[in-house]
């Protein structure tokens, strides 16, 4: 009882913290009105503070962060044993080792509240995130909706139709591989990528205020090789508020993870959502290597949700068709809509310390688990539901 009141007078403040941490779960779980107001009125705070701090950095911190995590666990793994390890050797030798117990004493405290700061500034930027109103909700009203294939049709045709054209403006080199020359800034300079997109963002919100405020800019990954492997464009990392990119990965993928990285630090956590607005944060830039790259973003997703329709319902498939008749897509267009050149490919498998279907596979499985954890019920399908947000929009 001593020993209890003792550990509970010298860390209050961190016991306090978890109760905090657990308080605030528990609330935006069972409360859509204490989600939403968070999000509207307290997590910009963070991005405006935290995420103006890390973002003087020219590097990834969160990069970084998660690099002395692992060696914090691995270390926290590795004591462990040789605790065991001196707790037998104490019980057959019979001696106490003080400075050794002090120093596990020490670490283990340490790691305890290095856990629960975790935990919290986990809950304060992304679990309260997920239990809010969804972006469709929103804006356009309603969550649940039903439309018809033939305007699935009719928006892919118009998807693609822009893919069509826009391709044909891209500067290339010899081998037919886009070129970027930088982008034109509000205030008339060329400027680059990172900055375009801010920008495009900042536009965005004057339209969804929510969308309106501070963004630090993007920045690229060390590990973009082992992202690769995951087949990830991006990462939001909420302990360290920033917007990373894989810059490994194709060219036109960039402007369109960028704000999609970028969406997550205004509060749309999902991923589907955080999609679709860089989709209109992109195609409604001045700058048609944004455009075009927004309307790669999506293609993808309209193409594989009408062959999923084609091969569940033929018939029905072959009647919507002779509405509204596919178009054909330029075969530039395909070969821009990759996510990682032949040549990448050979170099990162080359090198690679694990096999990339195994990476793909464990990645996969966490992040689906993860988005399931926070009430995604479709886990990482809830990617392919950007297709009912462009119909919701279009309709």
């Known amino acids: ?227 690769c492997q995951q087949y990830m464009s991006g990462y939001y990392f909420p302990f360290s508020m920033e917007a990373n990119y894989n810059d490994v990965m194709y060219i036109m993928n960039y402007p369109a993870t960028m704000c999609h990285e970028l969406a997550h630090l205004r509060g749309f956590i999902l991923e589907d959502e955080a999609n679709f607005i860089s989709y209109l944060a992109c195609i409604q830039s001045d700058d048609i290597f944004f455009q075009y790259s927004g309307y790669l973003s999506v293609l993808g997703y309209l193409e594989n949700d009408l062959y999923k329709a084609s091969k569940k319902n033929p018939e029905a498939f072959k009647e919507a068709a002779l509405q509204v008749s596919p178009i054909a897509i330029s075969s530039w267009v395909y070969e821009d809509d990759v996510f990682v050149t032949d040549e990448e490919w050979e170099r990162i498998n080359k090198k690679a310390v694990l096999d990339t279907e195994v990476v793909d596979a464990v990645s996969d499985a966490f992040v689906d688990t993860n988005l399931k954890l926070n009430g995604v019920s479709d886990g990482r399908l809830s990617y392919s539901r950007v297709v009912e947000l462009l119909l919701q929009y279009y309709e």
Request: proline content about 3%; aromatic content about 14%.
């Open 1 to 227: 009882m001593k020993l209890t009141k003792a550990f509970i007078k010298k860390n209050w403040i961190w016991l306090g913290i978890a109760f905090i941490t657990v308080l605030l779960n528990v609330l935006s779980w069972n409360s859509t009105v204490f989600s939403d107001f968070y999000i509207e009125n307290i997590f910009p705070i963070w991005v405006n503070t935290y995420g103006r701090l890390t973002g003087i950095f020219p590097f990834s911190v969160g990069e970084w962060l998660i690099a002395a995590g692992i060696i914090l666990v691995a270390a926290a793994v590795v004591l462990l044993v040789a605790a065991g390890v001196a707790g037998i050797l104490s019980l057959i030798k019979r001696r106490k080792y003080a400075k050794w117990n002090c120093f596990l004493k020490g670490f283990y405290g340490f790691f305890g509240k290095t856990l629960v700061s975790v935990c919290l500034i986990m809950t304060l930027n992304c679990f309260i995130l997920y239990q809010g109103s969804t972006f469709a909700e929103k804006n356009f009203g309603e969550e649940d909706f039903t439309y018809r294939l033939e305007k699935v049709l009719e928006v892919r045709n118009f998807v693609a139709e822009k893919c069509n054209a826009l391709c044909e403006k891209m500067e290339r080199n010899p081998d037919g591989s886009i070129v970027y020359s930088g982008s034109i800034l509000q205030n008339g300079k060329t400027g680059d990528m990172r900055t375009k997109a801010v920008e495009v963002m900042q536009k965005l919100g004057e339209t969804y205020e929510q969308l309106d405020g501070y963004y630090p800019r993007p920045k690229p990954l060390l590990s973009s090789d082992f992202m």
